[in-house]
């Protein structure tokens, strides 16, 4: 399968109209933005790429399984709930780790996140249950803190934040078995639908987002947590999940594309880095699966990404590159923050344009937020300095 790295070979495109409507009125005011043209892009994005979240299940429940008050050295309070969901005579659970800064006089804003390889694999304590089974079944003890810096739980409590995460696999394994939906969330609604169908109306990432959104659920009875500055947050294909969390639940106030690349942030018309071609043939479960008549097609494609980050208009988003992730596309993530200014300007805010400088290291800060840090495709400490500069702000 053909991928480019070479900036030179990206050819010329034209995106399509983000404020233009289906019937052809272009929007000129917020009111309209909100009421009437980004339904339409929920709905086509629906329709299109990411398929359908799950409606809230009947019956959910919140169990503390621990509690710890001298975490992190002494800086946090930590809790593992187990969060249960019922429908249709089934149930599905996750457990999801929760830091809130110990000392904190007032609730405090909370980063909600999903992680790869389960809770206890991006947190320093060793008496963390483990979570997020490999697609075999087994947990992997050696696993323990692998992935501490892709969350920085100690250095975020120390900033003041809460911070709240759920392994990926425990809402929808991650896996292009066209089975694998039937060990995720969409069991509880789905179950008596054949393989085929499902798959024409719903996704992985859909899942992903739907977790993430219960997640805040359960954290709107925390009586420490500032549900009102709650921050999504997401990696590469979680960075996707919570782009696609941001733009359903209008209840987190920033969210936090992080090297989310083609599918993701980046422009999908340059045809630089990973291409539908490539994601689809990986990972069709990730989409909806009329999403890969577009491989090799992708100017056919009714919308391209700034539309995505236009749904989280007038709220933050926050875009994270790397220098060396050209497979992410750091230019086309750049780009496609710069294309959703349109929009924002329909509130009143300016935000940054294609011509703004962003040099290695920077940060641009405002309502549309990007930085590129040297290194390769990871999320770690210099990337959540950019987050924290933004959340700073918010608080």
């Known amino acids: ?20 409507c289906s019937d052809g009125k272009i929007i000129d005011n917020a009111f309209d933005w909100v009421h009437i043209r980004r339904p339409e892009i929920l709905e086509i994005y629906k329709k299109t790429m990411y398929g359908y979240l799950p409606v809230r299940p009947d019956k959910t429940e919140f169990e503390v399984v621990s509690e710890k008050n001298d975490a ?44 790869f390889r389960g809770n206890h694999t991006v947190t320093p304590e060793n008496d963390v249950i483990m979570t997020g ?24 409590v120390k900033r003041g934040y809460a911070t709240a995460t759920v392994c990926y696999h425990d809402v929808y394994p991650d896996s292009k078995d066209e089975n694998s939906w039937r060990k995720s969330v969409y069991n509880l609604f789905y179950a008596d639908e054949s393989n085929e169908k499902f798959h024409t109306h719903a996704s992985a990432i859909s899942a992903w987002a739907w977790g993430m959104s219960r997640m805040l659920d359960c954290l709107e009875g925390e009586k420490m947590i500032d549900c009102s500055k709650a921050f999504v947050y997401g990696l590469s294909r979680l960075g996707k999940a919570a782009l696609w969390t941001g733009a359903n639940d209008t209840r987190f106030k920033m969210v936090i594309s992080n090297e989310s690349g083609c599918c993701g942030v980046a422009l999908l018309r340059r045809d630089f880095g990973e291409n539908v071609e490539i994601i689809t043939h990986y990972f069709p479960h990730w989409f909806v699966s009329s999403f890969a008549q577009y491989a ?37 993530e750049f780009l496609s923050g710069a294309h959703a200014r349109r929009v924002y300007k329909l509130f009143g805010i300016e935000t940054y344009n294609e011509n703004t400088p962003h040099p290695v290291g920077s940060h641009i800060t405002g309502a549309v937020s990007y930085h590129i840090r040297s290194g390769v495709h990871d999320q770690n400490l210099a990337d959540w300095e950019h987050y924290w500069e933004i959340a700073d702000k918010i608080k």
């Open 72 to 115: 992190l050295n002494n800086t946090a309070v930590r809790k593992e709930i187990k969060l249960t969901f019922s429908m249709n005579g089934k149930t599905h659970s996750f457990v999801m780790l929760l830091y809130i800064p110990k000392n904190a006089v007032a609730p405090v804003p909370v980063f909600v996140g999903l992680n």
């Open 296 to 332: 090799c097609c992708e100017a056919e494609i009714p919308f391209d990404q700034h539309w995505l980050i236009s749904l989280i208009a007038p709220r933050y988003a926050v875009i994270g590159s790397a220098e060396e992730d050209l497979h992410a596309d750091p230019k086309g």
């Open 1 to 20: 399968m053909y991928k480019n790295e070479d900036e030179s070979m990206v050819g010329a495109y034209t995106l399509p109209e983000v404020l233009e």
């Open 133 to 156: 089974k490999t697609l075999d079944g087994e947990f992997v003890e050696s696993r323990r803190s692998i992935h501490i810096n892709r969350c920085c739980f100690e250095e975020t």
